[in-house]
Protein backbone atom coordinates (compact mmCIF):
# COMPACT_ATOMS: atom_id res chain seq x y z
CA UNK A 1 0.00 0.00 0.00
CA UNK A 2 1.24 3.54 -0.77
CA UNK A 3 1.00 5.79 1.61
CA UNK A 4 1.08 9.33 1.59
CA UNK A 5 2.17 10.40 5.15
CA UNK A 6 5.26 12.10 5.98
CA UNK A 7 7.76 9.93 8.21
CA UNK A 8 9.35 11.57 10.68
CA UNK A 9 12.40 11.59 9.16
CA UNK A 10 10.85 13.66 5.91
CA UNK A 11 9.30 16.23 8.10
CA UNK A 12 12.59 17.08 9.75
CA UNK A 13 14.31 17.00 6.12
CA UNK A 14 11.62 19.35 4.70
CA UNK A 15 11.62 21.65 7.76
CA UNK A 16 14.88 22.00 6.71
CA UNK A 17 16.13 21.25 10.29
CA UNK A 18 19.43 20.37 11.13
CA UNK A 19 19.47 16.77 11.83
CA UNK A 20 21.40 15.37 9.12
CA UNK A 21 22.69 12.44 11.20
CA UNK A 22 18.92 11.05 11.29
CA UNK A 23 18.60 11.17 7.55
CA UNK A 24 21.62 9.83 6.69
CA UNK A 25 20.41 7.02 8.67
CA UNK A 26 17.27 6.01 7.52
CA UNK A 27 18.49 6.30 3.89
CA UNK A 28 21.43 3.63 4.38
CA UNK A 29 19.86 1.21 6.93
CA UNK A 30 17.41 -1.43 6.49
CA UNK A 31 13.68 -0.61 7.19
CA UNK A 32 10.20 -2.00 6.17
CA UNK A 33 9.41 0.70 4.10
CA UNK A 34 10.50 1.22 0.49
CA UNK A 35 10.69 4.60 -1.49
CA UNK A 36 9.95 3.85 -4.92
CA UNK A 37 9.33 7.41 -5.94
CA UNK A 38 11.80 9.35 -4.64
CA UNK A 39 10.00 12.06 -3.57
CA UNK A 40 8.68 12.64 0.61
CA UNK A 41 5.85 10.99 1.70
CA UNK A 42 5.00 7.99 -0.63
CA UNK A 43 5.94 4.83 1.05
CA UNK A 44 5.42 1.14 0.15
CA UNK A 45 5.13 -0.57 3.44
CA UNK A 46 6.58 -4.05 3.26
CA UNK A 47 5.10 -7.06 5.11
CA UNK A 48 6.05 -7.48 8.43
CA UNK A 49 6.06 -10.98 10.32
CA UNK A 50 5.97 -11.83 13.93
CA UNK A 51 9.76 -13.97 14.77
CA UNK A 52 9.70 -17.67 16.06
CA UNK A 53 11.82 -19.20 17.73
CA UNK A 54 13.28 -22.41 15.89
CA UNK A 55 16.50 -24.61 18.24
CA UNK A 56 16.97 -21.26 20.53
CA UNK A 57 17.59 -18.88 17.17
CA UNK A 58 14.94 -16.24 16.53
CA UNK A 59 14.42 -15.98 12.90
CA UNK A 60 12.35 -13.25 11.51
CA UNK A 61 11.24 -13.21 7.95
CA UNK A 62 9.61 -10.33 7.32
CA UNK A 63 10.41 -8.70 3.94
CA UNK A 64 12.55 -5.77 4.24
CA UNK A 65 13.56 -3.28 1.23
CA UNK A 66 17.05 -5.09 1.33
CA UNK A 67 15.48 -8.67 0.67
CA UNK A 68 13.29 -6.39 -1.65
CA UNK A 69 16.37 -5.07 -3.95
CA UNK A 70 18.30 -8.81 -3.49
CA UNK A 71 15.02 -10.08 -5.53
CA UNK A 72 15.22 -7.79 -7.68
CA UNK A 73 19.14 -8.23 -8.67
CA UNK A 74 18.57 -11.96 -9.02
CA UNK A 75 15.74 -11.76 -11.66
CA UNK A 76 17.68 -8.95 -13.54
CA UNK A 77 20.60 -11.15 -13.83
CA UNK A 78 18.50 -14.03 -14.63
CA UNK A 79 16.46 -12.15 -17.46
CA UNK A 80 19.50 -10.55 -18.64
CA UNK A 81 21.23 -13.66 -19.37
CA UNK A 82 18.42 -15.51 -20.88
CA UNK A 83 17.93 -12.04 -23.53
CA UNK A 84 21.28 -12.27 -24.38
CA UNK A 85 21.58 -16.09 -24.70
CA UNK A 86 21.21 -17.41 -27.79
CA UNK A 87 22.03 -21.27 -28.33
CA UNK A 88 21.85 -21.42 -32.12
CA UNK A 89 24.59 -18.16 -32.73
CA UNK A 90 28.21 -19.35 -31.97
CA UNK A 91 28.98 -15.33 -31.82
CA UNK A 92 26.92 -13.16 -29.25
CA UNK A 93 25.23 -9.84 -30.84
CA UNK A 94 25.13 -6.37 -29.08
CA UNK A 95 25.08 -7.17 -25.62
CA UNK A 96 25.70 -10.45 -25.32
CA UNK A 97 29.41 -8.95 -26.41
CA UNK A 98 29.86 -6.91 -23.15
CA UNK A 99 28.55 -9.70 -21.12
CA UNK A 100 31.24 -12.55 -22.96
CA UNK A 101 33.90 -10.43 -22.07
CA UNK A 102 32.68 -10.14 -18.70
CA UNK A 103 32.26 -14.03 -18.09
CA UNK A 104 35.53 -15.26 -20.06
CA UNK A 105 37.35 -12.42 -17.46
CA UNK A 106 35.68 -14.08 -14.68
CA UNK A 107 36.57 -18.06 -16.14
CA UNK A 108 40.05 -16.72 -17.39
CA UNK A 109 41.80 -13.78 -15.30
CA UNK A 110 39.86 -15.15 -11.91
CA UNK A 111 38.96 -18.76 -11.82
CA UNK A 112 41.43 -20.52 -13.83
CA UNK A 113 43.85 -17.88 -12.62
CA UNK A 114 43.31 -18.18 -8.87
CA UNK A 115 42.23 -22.76 -9.23
CA UNK A 116 43.70 -24.00 -11.83
CA UNK A 117 42.57 -25.25 -15.54
CA UNK A 118 40.51 -27.65 -14.25
CA UNK A 119 39.07 -26.40 -10.72
CA UNK A 120 38.54 -23.11 -12.40
CA UNK A 121 36.23 -24.01 -14.93
CA UNK A 122 34.21 -26.40 -12.12
CA UNK A 123 33.55 -23.27 -10.18
CA UNK A 124 33.30 -20.43 -13.11
CA UNK A 125 29.18 -20.42 -12.61
CA UNK A 126 29.53 -19.74 -9.28
CA UNK A 127 31.67 -17.03 -9.32
CA UNK A 128 30.23 -15.50 -12.27
CA UNK A 129 27.16 -15.44 -10.26
CA UNK A 130 28.96 -13.50 -7.36
CA UNK A 131 30.01 -11.21 -9.73
CA UNK A 132 27.20 -10.36 -11.61
CA UNK A 133 24.72 -10.34 -8.61
CA UNK A 134 26.81 -8.56 -5.98
CA UNK A 135 27.76 -5.75 -9.17
CA UNK A 136 24.16 -5.45 -9.82
CA UNK A 137 23.44 -5.20 -6.18
CA UNK A 138 25.87 -2.53 -5.80
CA UNK A 139 24.94 -0.17 -8.90
CA UNK A 140 21.16 -0.44 -7.22
CA UNK A 141 21.99 1.66 -5.29
CA UNK A 142 22.69 4.66 -7.16
CA UNK A 143 19.36 4.68 -8.51
CA UNK A 144 16.95 7.09 -5.85
CA UNK A 145 14.47 4.54 -6.34
CA UNK A 146 15.93 1.48 -4.98
CA UNK A 147 18.79 1.39 -2.39
CA UNK A 148 21.86 -1.29 -1.95
CA UNK A 149 21.78 -3.94 -0.52
CA UNK A 150 25.23 -4.65 -0.09
CA UNK A 151 25.76 -2.06 2.56
CA UNK A 152 23.88 -5.11 4.81
CA UNK A 153 26.18 -6.66 6.70
CA UNK A 154 23.77 -9.99 6.62
CA UNK A 155 24.17 -9.84 3.01
CA UNK A 156 27.70 -9.69 2.90
CA UNK A 157 27.77 -12.38 5.99
CA UNK A 158 25.22 -14.79 3.42
CA UNK A 159 27.88 -14.30 0.55
CA UNK A 160 30.86 -15.03 3.06
CA UNK A 161 28.78 -18.40 4.06
CA UNK A 162 28.85 -19.34 0.52
CA UNK A 163 32.57 -19.08 -0.07
CA UNK A 164 33.43 -20.69 3.54
CA UNK A 165 31.04 -23.10 2.67
CA UNK A 166 32.35 -24.09 -0.16
CA UNK A 167 35.82 -24.00 0.78
CA UNK A 168 35.46 -26.65 3.58
CA UNK A 169 32.91 -28.78 1.58
CA UNK A 170 35.09 -28.97 -2.11
CA UNK A 171 38.59 -29.06 0.72
CA UNK A 172 37.58 -32.05 2.53
CA UNK A 173 36.10 -33.65 -0.53
CA UNK A 174 39.25 -33.20 -2.13
CA UNK A 175 41.55 -34.28 0.27
CA UNK A 176 39.87 -35.85 3.08
CA UNK A 177 38.51 -34.64 6.13
CA UNK A 178 41.64 -35.38 8.37
CA UNK A 179 43.75 -34.50 5.43
CA UNK A 180 42.23 -31.00 4.77
CA UNK A 181 42.49 -29.81 7.85
CA UNK A 182 45.81 -31.19 8.42
CA UNK A 183 47.12 -29.09 5.74
CA UNK A 184 46.20 -26.10 7.20
CA UNK A 185 49.73 -26.23 9.23
CA UNK A 186 52.10 -25.78 7.19
CA UNK A 187 54.82 -28.22 6.74
CA UNK A 188 58.00 -28.61 8.76
CA UNK A 189 56.40 -27.16 11.83
CA UNK A 190 58.18 -28.94 14.94
CA UNK A 191 55.29 -30.81 16.76
CA UNK A 192 55.29 -29.24 19.92
CA UNK A 193 53.76 -26.47 17.85
CA UNK A 194 51.45 -27.51 15.90
CA UNK A 195 48.24 -27.42 18.02
CA UNK A 196 49.39 -24.04 18.56
CA UNK A 197 49.84 -23.39 15.07
CA UNK A 198 46.54 -25.33 13.89
CA UNK A 199 44.36 -23.24 16.19
CA UNK A 200 46.25 -20.13 14.77
CA UNK A 201 45.60 -21.29 11.17
CA UNK A 202 41.48 -22.27 11.95
CA UNK A 203 41.59 -18.86 13.34
CA UNK A 204 42.93 -17.66 10.36
CA UNK A 205 40.42 -19.21 8.08
CA UNK A 206 37.99 -17.95 10.05
CA UNK A 207 39.19 -14.47 9.78
CA UNK A 208 39.66 -14.43 5.90
CA UNK A 209 36.04 -14.73 5.53
CA UNK A 210 34.96 -12.75 8.49
CA UNK A 211 37.29 -9.81 6.35
CA UNK A 212 35.06 -10.76 2.88
CA UNK A 213 32.23 -10.11 5.10
CA UNK A 214 32.87 -6.35 6.42
CA UNK A 215 35.23 -5.04 3.37
CA UNK A 216 32.24 -5.25 0.60
CA UNK A 217 29.85 -4.29 3.52
CA UNK A 218 32.06 -1.22 4.86
CA UNK A 219 32.87 0.15 1.32
CA UNK A 220 29.44 0.25 0.02
CA UNK A 221 28.25 1.50 3.29
CA UNK A 222 30.36 4.55 3.66
CA UNK A 223 30.75 5.77 -0.16
CA UNK A 224 26.55 6.12 0.21
CA UNK A 225 27.57 7.81 3.99
CA UNK A 226 29.64 10.28 2.43
CA UNK A 227 27.39 11.26 -0.99
CA UNK A 228 24.29 12.03 1.91
CA UNK A 229 26.77 13.71 4.05
CA UNK A 230 28.19 16.57 1.20
CA UNK A 231 23.95 16.57 -0.02
CA UNK A 232 23.24 17.44 3.02
CA UNK A 233 25.37 20.78 3.98
CA UNK A 234 22.83 22.00 1.87
CA UNK A 235 20.18 21.61 4.83
CA UNK A 236 22.84 22.24 7.32
CA UNK A 237 24.04 25.78 6.39
CA UNK A 238 20.29 26.12 5.35
CA UNK A 239 21.77 27.89 1.51
CA UNK A 240 21.71 27.38 -1.60
CA UNK A 241 25.41 28.96 -2.24
CA UNK A 242 26.54 26.02 -0.43
CA UNK A 243 25.39 23.79 -3.82
CA UNK A 244 28.67 24.83 -5.21
CA UNK A 245 30.71 22.71 -3.71
CA UNK A 246 29.00 20.12 -2.39
CA UNK A 247 27.36 19.02 -5.43
CA UNK A 248 30.31 18.98 -7.78
CA UNK A 249 31.92 16.91 -4.96
CA UNK A 250 28.71 14.64 -4.83
CA UNK A 251 28.83 14.22 -8.34
CA UNK A 252 32.74 12.98 -8.25
CA UNK A 253 31.50 10.56 -5.30
CA UNK A 254 28.46 9.58 -7.67
CA UNK A 255 30.96 8.54 -10.21
CA UNK A 256 33.54 7.21 -7.75
CA UNK A 257 30.72 5.01 -6.60
CA UNK A 258 29.99 3.54 -10.04
CA UNK A 259 33.97 2.04 -9.78
CA UNK A 260 33.89 1.48 -6.52
CA UNK A 261 30.28 -0.96 -7.24
CA UNK A 262 32.82 -2.77 -9.84
CA UNK A 263 35.95 -2.72 -8.03
CA UNK A 264 34.39 -4.33 -4.85
CA UNK A 265 32.81 -7.15 -7.06
CA UNK A 266 35.79 -8.36 -8.61
CA UNK A 267 37.54 -8.42 -5.25
CA UNK A 268 34.93 -10.72 -3.71
CA UNK A 269 34.83 -13.20 -6.15
CA UNK A 270 38.36 -13.13 -7.09
CA UNK A 271 39.01 -13.58 -2.98
CA UNK A 272 36.09 -16.49 -3.42
CA UNK A 273 38.31 -17.82 -6.28
CA UNK A 274 42.11 -17.86 -4.04
CA UNK A 275 40.39 -19.16 -1.37
CA UNK A 276 38.51 -22.12 -3.06
CA UNK A 277 41.53 -22.84 -4.97
CA UNK A 278 43.55 -22.98 -1.51
CA UNK A 279 40.99 -25.58 0.00
CA UNK A 280 41.37 -27.76 -2.92
CA UNK A 281 44.91 -26.90 -4.19
CA UNK A 282 46.72 -26.97 -0.50
CA UNK A 283 50.00 -27.75 -1.73
CA UNK A 284 49.89 -24.56 -3.70
Same mark, same amino acid.
Given at each position: ????Q????????????????? %??????????? %???? !?? !?? %???????? +? !???????????? $????V??? %???????????M?????????????????? =???????????????????????????????????????M? =??????? &???????????? #????????????????? $????????????????W?L??V?? #??? =? #???????????? &?N????????? &?? #??? $??????????????P???F??? =?????????????????????????? !? +??
Open positions: MISEHSAVSDTLSAGEENLGQ %WILHHSQNSDV %WDPI !PF !PG %WHIHLPVF +E !PFQLFGITIDLS $ITNHVML %WIAGLFVIVLFLTYNAKKKIPSGFGHILE =LLVLFVRDDIAIANMGEKEGKKFTPLLVTFFFFILMANLG =LIPAFST &ATSNINVTAGLA #LITFGSTQVYGIARNGF $IGYYKNLVPHGVPILLPMFIE #LMG =L #LAKHVALTIRLF &AMTAGHIVLF &AL #LGL $IIVFKTSLMSIVSVFGIVYF =LEILVAFIQAYIFTILSALFIGMSVN !P +EH
